[in-house]
Every structure is written in C-alpha cells, then in structure tokens.
C-alpha cells in the first residue's frame, strides 16, 4: 500500500529530534498518528542507516507479549546498542501498562530518542505532564489541511474540490472511499465518531447519562459557530425532566474535547472577571 508523505509534519518532528527530549504524537482518532510514524520509521532508516531503530506498534499481534512496563524496558534494551544512536518508536503507547516508567528510565539513561502515540487525549494532555514531566514536548497531529486532502484524493484545486473538503473534511482514511459517494462518507465517519464516543467517552470516562452525553453532542453539532452557555443547556435539560445540572453539563463537555472531537475556542476580547465566564465555541476537531 502506498503512504502518501505528510511533509510538513515529518519535518516538524525530525527537526525535533536528538534534543534530549521524548516526542508524543497526540490527535483524534484516525487523523494518521501512526502512518506518521511509519514515514518517521522509514525516514531514519533511508537517513541514520548507522543508528538502531526499536520499533513497536502495539496494533499488532507481534507486540502481544509487550504488556507493561517491564516488558517494554526488556524488549528496547536488548535490541539497541549499546555506544550508537537508538531510537524507539512506539504506537499505541497507552497499551502498554505504566509505560511512563520504561520511557523515564530508558530517558534518564540517555539510551535513545524517544517518539511515541497515542490515542486518547486523556492520557496525553492531562497524565503525561504528571508522568513525564518536563521531559517531552507534544507534537499534535491534525486531519488533512485542504493541499493534503487534494494530494490524497488526486485532486485540481477548484472550486468543486472545496466543496468536497467543506463537505467531507480531512479525515486521511477517506482516500480509499468514493468522496462522492455521500452513503460511503457518511458510513465512514459514522464509525469513526462511534468509536471515539464509546472508547474515548462513555467506557472510559464511564459515563452513566449516555443519553444525555449524546444529545449534548448533538446539541454542539447543531450549534457550531454560536455561543454555548452551560447553564442554558441545564435549566433546558431540567424542563425536560432531566436533573444534569450545570457541573455535570460542563464535565461531560471536558470529556469530549480530552477526547479530542471538540475544540473549545475561547474568546479574545475579554478581560478580568468575564473571563470565569463559562460562554464558549465549540468546534468539532473535523
């Protein structure tokens, strides 16, 4: 299969290596975290053929027995060498059980270059500023900007092609599907939003209103671009019968951007005390 080369990000994360600190590729499910660190894997063994290059993608069967941090440790440390340049990449990092503790120690031991991914925003943005504090940079990773989307579909720039990117967005995977077919985008970006509200949200937040988280997504999709004021959603939501209140509202709406499918735009105009108030945009991350 043919991976098309997101230049500017490869470049954004070779620039960045060799400078003492490890690199995490955090993004929504399915923008291409893992292609990119596919094109990283091949860059640096077309371009550092003298250094050893550990690399790890827990997505497959071959990596089952990588379970835990111990496992981790062992698995790099007997592959690298021991006076060389090691790098260890790692997909899907989050499998792994106490990773942060492999990754420390490998780190501390100035052994390798360190780049990893991960899945869930949760884990990145909120626990690795606790597990590997001061000790990697974040690197996110986005769906296609509208050049991309035209090079993965084989496009001219057009008119009609900006109504297909305004239409279909920048999801990498729909370059193996008819854009014109509304029936297949539709199914496609369906199951990508179902995973994400599953996996991401309700198992692992553990949600218990699961109708109300999804009304309340909806409710966000129908109103891009306009105001959201949290208590307006809870004195709605009580008038019809249901008692989330404003804390509720505004936890529900945390887990969906630490999950990564919204974005919550902040206004830069205030000041001082408006700026506890809690009157946001929100934008659906494609």
């Not at 080369?5 to 993004?27: N, P, Q, V, W």
């Not at 091949?42 to 250094?51: H, V």
């Not at 050893?52 to 496992?71: D, H, M, S, W």
């Not at 940079?137 to 509208?146: A, G, Q, R, T, V």
Request: charged content about 25%; proline content about 1%; glycine content about 6%.
């Amino acid at each position: 299969m043919t991976i098309i080369t997101r230049t500017s990000y490869l470049k954004h994360i070779i620039s960045r290596l060799d400078r003492g600190m490890m690199l995490i590729l955090i993004g929504q499910r399915r923008v291409g975290k893992s292609y990119m660190l596919r094109q990283l894997h091949n860059w640096l063994e077309n371009n550092r053929q003298s250094a050893t290059v550990v690399y790890i993608n827990k997505e497959l069967q071959t990596f089952g027995n990588i379970t835990n941090a111990e496992e981790l440790y062992t698995y790099a440390d007997s592959r690298m060498q021991s006076d060389g340049n090691n790098y260890l990449l790692v997909d899907e990092v989050q499998d792994i059980d106490r990773y942060e503790d492999a990754l420390r120690s490998l780190h501390a031991e100035e052994r390798c270059q360190i780049v990893a991914t991960g899945s869930n925003a949760y884990i990145f943005s909120s626990e690795l500023s606790t597990r590997l504090s001061g000790r990697y940079i974040e690197i996110p990773i986005y769906s296609l900007s509208y050049r991309e989307f035209l090079e993965f579909h084989k496009l001219e720039d057009s008119d009609r092609s900006l109504q297909s990117f305004l239409r279909v967005g920048g999801l990498p995977g729909l370059c193996h599907f008819d854009i014109d077919d509304e029936a297949q985008v539709r199914d496609y970006l369906q199951g990508v939003y179902n995973t994400i509200m599953m996996r991401d949200v309700i198992s692992r937040e553990e949600i218990r209103n699961v109708a109300f988280m999804e009304n309340l997504s909806h409710f966000i999709a129908d109103n891009i671009g306009k105001l959201i004021s949290v208590n307006s959603i809870a004195k709605f939501m009580k008038s019809q019968g249901d008692n989330a209140s404003g804390p509720v509202t505004s936890t529900y709406i945390k887990y969906l951007c630490k999950a990564l499918l919204i974005d919550q735009i902040n206004r830069f105009d205030i000041h001082g005390k408006k700026l506890f108030e809690q009157n946001f945009k929100y934008y659906f991350a494609d």
